[in-house]
């Protein structure tokens, strides 16, 4: 399994930017899916996730109402739309993916991992 995260970029705070994942093989629509970022010099922290069917949507506090996480099951992709950016939302961005029908919100839930994309918000 292979996930392909892109669409980072560098933005002005109030910008916008649209993530999407994209994963290999014959299954997608399976796997529970997520996004999760890391600042410079800060843990890997959770961003969203998305059940396997799309139904259920679970944010981090800090992006609530900003992003939207959501999946296209035909294409194998994941998106993340973020809106009203803000320099703390500077960091990579990674995508993940779990084999269960649950919302995952835990590092530890996740059984593959993308490579990341760079998002940077300037002020």
């Known amino acids: 399994v292979q996930l392909q995260a892109s669409g980072g970029g560098l933005v002005q705070a109030g910008g916008s930017l649209r993530l999407s994942c994209a994963k290999s093989g014959r299954t997608f629509s399976t796997y529970a899916m997520g996004w999760f970022r890391q600042a410079p010099g800060k843990e890997r922290e959770f961003v969203a996730a998305i059940s396997w069917s799309g139904d259920s949507t679970y944010y981090a506090d800090s992006v609530k109402g900003r992003f939207t996480i959501s999946r296209d099951n035909a294409k194998k992709t994941v998106y993340l739309q973020m809106n009203s950016l803000k320099p703390e939302d500077t960091g990579i961005y990674y995508c993940?993916?779990?084999?269960?029908?649950?919302?995952?919100?835990?590092?530890?839930?996740?059984?593959?991992w993308g490579q990341g994309t760079q998002v940077t918000v300037s002020s």
């Open positions: 993940a993916a779990a084999f269960t029908d649950r919302l995952v919100a835990g590092q530890g839930g996740y059984d593959y």
